[in-house]
């Protein structure tokens, strides 16, 4: 009798905590901040007293024109949304076969009801197109066969029917029309995964296109041509090599033409010419041992830049001169960072084991 009472008792308190939607441990999922990034707590009620504290988080994405509405991409459970800035969650029917990988999330800055997704159903490589906000999905893209996936897109802000998207495989593709057709545009040499995308937001016909961890592309013609970025001989003491190598990741500014930058295996770079020349911007991490996942500049200030660095998000108020580390109590790693456009002082951070 006393061990079905404690049966019973555990039971309910399990159906009372929750369940979590996929993967083990409760250190993952989203985390918030609305202090400007000093402190953050977990974001990880779902619907039907569920939990993403265990979901492996890929991909961030907020409506711009509402930051309340967010989108989150997972390696194993498909795709996330909350209207309610990250308070609750709710896994969106992207599909029926199986769970989707969501790598990259885009938005329709125009009409924020459409919505992009980088896919992968099964080990098939898609670009998932929302006209509804997430609620209804179709193929805009599929890979002809199994074991190609595409892991990056960007839409023109200015232009947002114009679409480029990147594959493992090396393959960059364009489109002119929302989706409904696409071109091939680039190949990587060497099929260099094309694993980040960005747009320079006051001039679109540059875009920039992270090599995981080989390099980075630039056009400057919305995708006439494609050039290999280097890097500047040396700036002072600082030896600054011949290459951007082991490029991870990437971000524009929103409001200077011509500023980007790249976290690397030299840890953060910065360019104010479109990538003609860079200079090492010091953080608090060692750059040989720990590669920048994420960075984002604050939407409505420029010298705010936040990078996430395995375990730990570095923020800095003055351009990258000095910089606050705030330690996540877990063993994944930041892999995504997203601001609310309409109030940066909240900000999402995505985890993923590694």
Known sequence: ?????????????VAVSGCSLAGGGADGGIFRSDDGGKTFSKKEKAEDNRTISGVDILSLASNPQNGNEIYAGSKKSGIFKSSDGGEIWRQLPVSQITPTKAYSLAIDPANPSVVYAAAAIGKRGKILKSVDSGETWKDTYSEPSNGTLVLSLALNPQKPSNIFAGTDKGQIIFSEDAGETWRNAYWTENQAAVSKIAFDHAN?????????????????????????????????SI??????????????????????????????????DRGDSWEVV????????????????????????????AQALYKSVDGGV?????????????????????????IFVGLNKR
Request: aromatic share 8%.
């Open 239 to 272: 030896s600054l090599g011949n290459g951007l190598s082991r490029a991870v990741s990437i971000a524009t500014d929103p409001a200077r033409e011509g500023w980007v930058y790249a976290g690397t295996s030299d840890g953060l770079l910065r360019s104010k």
């Open 204 to 236: 679109p016909n540059v875009a920039y296109f992270v090599l995981f961890e080989k390099g980075i592309l630039r056009t400057i013609d919305e995708g006439k041509k494609f050039e290999v970025l280097h890097r500047s001989k040396s700036e002072g």
């Open 1 to 13: 009798m006393k061990v079905t009472k404690l049966f019973i008792l555990l039971l309910v308190a």
């Open 282 to 309: 010091k953080t608090l991490s060692n750059p040989s041992d720990l590669n920048i996942r994420a960075i984002a500049v604050n939407p409505q200030n420029s010298e705010e830049i936040v990078c996430a660095v």
């Open 322 to 346: 000095n910089w606050l580390p705030v330690q996540f109590n877990t063993g994944r790693t930041l892999e995504a960072v997203q601001y609310n456009p309409q109030n940066p002082a909240q």
